[in-house]
């Protein structure tokens, strides 16, 4: 089992910055890829970004690619999400979530379904 926990989320000016941080549970951390989804009002949950144990893989969602970039710390069992040049559209709540290794592939990276594990979100709002 393992648990997660988001922190870092707030309000911001469009074209500013915020780091999400999540923090999990366990001790086989290394096991899992890690990624973030975020649910706009009214929109479904979206993928956007995943990172692989090692930290040497990484994919992103086009919406934010070149803004965002995930990052992980295996000695803190710890995840982050770097939001830079934020924009209105990006508001939504964040989520981390956890699959076990070889159930991602780059195929499937970007389904709900993969992931076993989820936090219960952060939500960032950006004003325009």
């Known amino acids: 089992q393992v648990q997660l926990v988001e922190s870092g989320g707030g309000l911001v000016q469009a074209g500013g910055s915020l780091r999400l941080s999540c923090a999990a549970s366990g001790r086989t951390f290394r096991r899992y890829v890690m990624g973030w989804f975020r649910q706009a009002p009214g929109k479904e949950r979206e993928f956007v970004a995943v990172?692989?144990?090692?930290?040497?893989?990484?994919y992103y969602a086009d919406s934010v690619k070149g803004r965002f970039t995930i990052s992980r710390d295996n000695a803190k069992n710890t995840v982050y999400l770097q939001m830079n040049s934020l924009k209105p559209e990006d508001t939504a709540v964040y989520y981390c979530?956890?699959?076990?290794?070889?159930?991602?592939?780059?195929?499937?990276?970007?389904?709900?379904?993969?992931?076993?594990?989820w936090g219960q979100g952060t939500q960032v709002a950006v004003s325009s």
């Open positions: 979530t956890a699959a076990l290794a070889g159930s991602v592939t780059p195929i499937t990276v970007r389904m709900r379904s993969v992931y076993d594990y």
């Open positions: 990172i692989n144990w090692s930290s040497e893989h990484t």
